[in-house]
């Protein structure tokens, strides 16, 4: 490929110890520190950080921005697509495709266009606005699954096969204990199980004001329960629970006997990491892109210049380099799919 045809140019986002900053809009991006003004890709605690004078986001995620960085904090939004002048530079948010209201953030400066990506993913999702190619000059691209071992099942056979596992412990006399992030996949696997079965699932505490700004949204999603509203004594055999990953081993765990414990997550791919962690299913969900995602955006987008930031960039930005694309990694401190 030629070169990068505004290599004259300073770049439009970098590197500071504050976070992703765009010298001519004077805007951050996801901040890791408080700032006067920043751009949230989506609501994860790993990209939406409190402390900030102002914030800007998708109006489709501003319930769940609000959950995060607090009722109070000043939060201005954009429908996507919506365009507005920040500075010297033109803004717009698009859709990602990894939780609800999650975006990726376009800047246009002088006839040259970014796009953050932020996290993102291209398999269909009922909870949140499918993913938008957005044609650009540099694209700055998630790699928490960079390797070619990383790819995905449907997700709705995923479901099929997480209710099959529910319905063989309900028979076998146990219940189902089912570790997922608290924001996005929780709510994705109510939402998948949602064409499948009208059964009420309980929920922990954590995903419950979470499941709550979902359905507020109008996504459709099984009925759900609190486990702390259950009847005192009351048997769980034969229940779905969804809990974070956080709540496993812990005492909350005790009330259900000897259930049956499963994660959902993309690290599931690897068999070594169900075992190490002691669950006795793995089922392979992630809402970030996998690695045949990840070479399809790139060539998607049409980007002549790509920066990989969290998980496998270094490897994901080698390959891309090898392919004869201008490619580098880009170090941040986004966790990817350990968020939540």
């Known amino acids: 490929?030629?070169?990068?045809?505004?290599?004259?140019?300073?770049?439009?986002?970098?590197?500071?110890?504050?976070?992703?900053?765009?010298?001519?809009?004077?805007?951050?991006?996801?901040?890791?520190?408080?700032?006067?003004?920043?751009?949230?890709?989506?609501?994860?605690g790993?990209?939406?950080?409190?402390?900030?004078?102002?914030?800007?986001?998708?109006?489709?995620?501003?319930?769940?921005?609000?959950?995060?960085?607090?009722?109070?904090s000043e939060l201005a939004t954009l429908e996507y697509g919506e365009r507005l002048a920040v500075g010297d530079v033109t803004v717009s948010f698009h859709p990602?495709?990894?939780?609800?209201?999650?975006?990726?953030?376009?800047?246009?400066?002088?006839g040259e266009v970014w796009i953050?990506?932020?996290?993102?993913?291209?398999?269909?999702?009922?909870?949140?606005?499918p993913f938008e190619v957005v044609r650009c000059d540099t694209f700055i691209t998630e790699a928490t699954f960079g390797l070619p071992i990383y790819r995905w099942d449907d997700p709705r056979l995923v479901a099929e096969d997480i209710l099959r596992w529910w319905d063989g412990n309900r028979e076998a006399g146990r219940a189902s204990v089912l570790f997922?992030?608290?924001?996005?996949?929780a709510q994705r696997i109510l939402g998948e199980l949602a064409r499948l079965t009208d059964r009420p699932v309980l929920i922990h505490g954590a995903v419950n004001g979470l499941v709550g700004c979902y359905r507020e949204a109008g996504v459709a999603m099984v009925p759900?329960?609190?486990?702390?509203?259950?009847?005192?004594?009351?048997?769980?055999?034969?229940?779905?629970?969804?809990?974070?990953?956080?709540?496993?081993?812990?005492?909350w765990m005790r009330r259900f006997g000897d259930a049956a414990?499963?994660?959902?997550?993309?690290?599931?791919?690897?068999?070594?990491?169900?075992r190490r962690r002691g669950f006795d299913r793995g089922?392979?969900?992630?809402?970030?892109?996998?690695?045949?995602?990840?070479?399809?955006?790139?060539?998607?987008?049409?980007?002549?210049?790509?920066?990989?930031?969290?998980?496998?960039?270094?490897q994901l930005a080698r390959y891309l380099r090898e392919k004869g694309l201008d490619a580098a990694p880009l170090s941040t401190p986004f966790e990817g799919e350990a968020e939540d």
């Open 1 to 44: 490929m030629g070169a990068y045809p505004f290599q004259d140019r300073p770049p439009l986002v970098s590197v500071t110890p504050q976070g992703l900053y765009c010298p001519p809009g004077d805007f951050y991006i996801d901040p890791w520190r408080p700032v006067d003004r920043a751009l949230i890709t989506h609501a994860h």
């Open 46 to 72: 790993d990209h939406a950080r409190g402390g900030s004078r102002r914030y800007l986001g998708a109006r489709a995620g501003q319930g769940l921005l609000r959950k995060r960085l607090g009722a109070d």
């Open 96 to 110: 990602a495709g990894h939780v609800l209201g999650s975006a990726q953030i376009r800047i246009e400066h002088r």
């Open 116 to 129: 953050v990506s932020g996290d993102y993913k291209r398999t269909p999702d009922p909870t949140c606005t």
């Open 180 to 185: 997922c992030y608290a924001l996005g996949k």
């Open 224 to 251: 759900t329960q609190l486990v702390s509203e259950t009847e005192k004594g009351a048997s769980f055999t034969g229940a779905l629970v969804l809990a974070p990953p956080s709540a496993g081993g812990s005492t």
């Open 261 to 274: 414990t499963a994660f959902a997550s993309g690290w599931m791919r690897v068999r070594g990491n169900r």
């Open 283 to 314: 089922f392979v969900l992630s809402d970030h892109a996998d690695w045949p995602e990840l070479l399809q955006t790139v060539e998607d987008t049409q980007a002549s210049r790509v920066l990989a930031t969290h998980g496998y960039s270094e």
